[in-house]
């Protein structure tokens, strides 16, 4: 029953996935829907694009999306202070636009001669109105330049990738028209497999103790920023490095800084937990606590 | 198909609009589904386009399609599809053709007489019924004709994954919670960008002129300064303690992070009288025509209560249950003198709305606009504020 088309997208090796997910993917692969990927800070939304770009094997555009960055930026951008200064200084031939026309990088991607990947990142961070924008475009795949008089056209429909942060609310045209996934925080057993990712010899008994430990610290709603999934990361890389034995870990959960972003977060977990002066250097491991 | 589920989603409060349903229709239709479960995810990707409905999506979903038989059970129906002419177009060409060489009535007296004996999972294997194996029960095996059973990942079935609700704390109508305290900052964040647009943006300006063709054009931005001044009057004692905790938390998370021109909090029990404290224990008084006098009137007001005391508290004089507290104006002129002086006042209620009616809180409805104590009440009670007058 299944059909030939769909179920294209299984996961790459270096990035683990959920049945969900999948789903998702395929199912916006296969209606042509932009894919929507929301989700806590750190947990893998970018990678996602990547990870598919590379399990379909097709390349990858990437648009960061700045607070300051307009729609048109997107399809193209007219270049006229360069051209009003090559007539008065430079000796180029300016009478053809063309040259002074740069596509953005929704217009690299529908000129692109093969099927893409496009990935929009983070754009909740613009204006209210930058996904409104984009609606007709991401709905017909295709622009007008007026002033080449030309339209461009997708020649390959690329596969779109929204990833949103969730700070501030899209309009709701714009999620009509999208295929939604919501990235929950891993479990730990989903969590065990991604750190084999990337860490494939680690050791057992080194594995527990610090996913313990970092869901430990997760429970404590104190923190403004609870550690992510990349932090994690970074902690076991630093646990690995410096041969931390695994009995210290949940003790004296050393190189909390890898884990703690926030100035406020460290200096509570430094007061709570280790009962000691608050200081800028990371906590030896081999010293005991008083 | 299902239409009468599209209605008990609406029913649920999800979102869902007439597009949405026909993508999934559409997505039906081409046959990307072949279980429960499949349709769980798929729906959800297609029609639920925020976390916050998650849970709503999960309690539709058990509400529509409790009492979906457990896969076990199906072996009947598995035999009564492949029976059906119609739906071997549904089969390729190598797949009609091993069928035919496997009697289907043999292969499913072995199904059933294996379900019997085999007692735990089992993988890779050629008689059990298991994953990667060469028997013909199972998936994720090598056996040419055989049944798929379970699924990858455990094979969950959809319904027991709607019962186990894991989105129940994504929700934006439940009273609030410390967990959800980071999500309703974020609604206040709205309070952040007002002010009149009276800086002059360089780029904007240069790139105006230029196009211009050299005749100055000027463009104005707002200032992301945060212009916005705060002012929070909350009820304490008696059953209000829980959430005052709460609000002073969310409250002052909130200026440390937007950074309000200015915020102050004060605390009143039952109703406002001629005092407001400073303090919950109610010792340091500020009197409340001082505040009156000294706050202009463009303080955005946040009263946090629940409206809910005698009608002589609210209406007489000397109403205060305190005794201590003499109050020469009833509580309800002085809220109206609030109301009056701040152009911007709300009041969030923590009870749920059923509660309302009572005569107090409908007095106190009808100087102040109310809202529940939720994040959605929250964004609502926000937007309210920031309106023009």
Sequence with gaps: MVNDGFDKFKGSHDYVTSEALRNAVNVAIALKRPLLVRGEPGTGKTLLAHSIAKGLEKSLIVWNIKSTTKAQEGLYVYDTVQRLNDSRFGDKDISDIRQYIKLGKLGEAFVSKEEIVLLIDEVDKADLEFPNDLLNELDEMSFYIPETGETVVATHRPIVVITSNAEKELPDAFLRRCIFHYIEFPDPTLMEEIVKVHFPDIKDKLLHQALATFYSLRKIDDFRKKPSTSELIDWIRVLIASSTPYEAIPTEIPFAGTLLKKETDYAYFVNTFMKKKQTTKTVDSYETPR | ?389
């Excluded at chain 2, 900052?185 to 009149?196: A, H, I, V």
């Excluded at chain 2, 929070?232 to 409250?251: A, E, K, N």
């Excluded at chain 2, 008084?285 to 009608?311: F, R």
């Excluded at chain 2, 002086?341 to 059923?354: D, Q, R, T």
């Design chain 2, 1 to 389: 198909m299902f239409t009468e589920f599209f209605y008990t989603l609406r029913e649920r409060k999800v979102p869902v609009s007439i597009t949405e349903w026909m993508t999934l229709m559409e997505a039906l239709s081409r046959g990307y589904i072949s279980s429960l479960n499949d349709f769980y995810y798929l729906a959800r990707a297609i029609l639920v386009k925020s976390e916050a409905y998650f849970d709503h999506y999960d309690v539709a979903f058990q509400e529509y399609f409790k009492g979906i038989k457990a896969p076990p059970e199906i072996s009947e129906q598995i035999l009564n599809w492949l029976k059906d002419p119609f739906n071997r177009i549904f089969l390729t060409e190598e797949e009609r053709a091993l069928l035919d060489i496997m009697d289907l009535d043999e292969l499913l007296k072995e199904l059933e007489k294996r379900l019997r004996e085999q007692t735990e999972q089992h993988d890779r294997g050629a008689y059990w019924i298991g994953r990667g194996g060469t028997s013909p029960f199972g998936h994720s095996g090598q056996h040419p004709a055989g049944f798929r059973i379970g699924g990858a990942g455990g094979g969950r079935s959809a319904i027991q994954i709607a019962e186990q609700r894991q989105f129940r704390n994504y929700r934006h109508d439940l009273t609030l919670d410390i967990r959800q305290i980071e999500v309703a900052l974020k609604g206040l964040r709205q309070l952040n960008r007002t002010g009149p647009e009276d800086e002059l943006d360089l780029d904007k300006t240069i790139d105006a002129t230029a196009k211009n063709a050299g005749d100055i054009e000027l463009i104005w931005r707002r200032s992301r300064k945060n212009k916005v001044k705060l002012l929070l009057l909350m009820d304490v004692g008696g059953s209000m303690d829980p959430f005052v905790h709460l609000c002073s938390l969310l409250f002052s998370a909130a200026h440390r992070s937007t950074h309000f021109k200015d915020f102050q909090y004060y605390y009143f029990h039952n109703c406002i009288y001629d005092y407001v404290y400073k303090d919950i224990e109610r010792r340091d008084a500020i009197s409340t025509n001082h505040l009156l006098h000294t706050m202009e009137q463009d303080y955005k007001v946040i009263l946090v209560g629940d409206a809910w005391m005698a009608p002589s508290e609210l209406n007489s004089v000397y109403g205060a249950v305190y005794y201590y507290e003499r109050n020469y104006k009833p509580g309800i002129a002085r809220l109206k003198q609030i109301a009056d002086h701040f152009s911007h006042c709300v009041w969030l209620n923590p009870e749920s709305p059923n509660y309302w009616n009572e005569p107090t809180v409908l007095m106190i409805r009808k100087i102040f606009p109310m809202f529940e104590l939720t994040i959605e009440g929250l964004q609502k009670a926000v937007k309210k504020l920031i309106v023009k007058r």
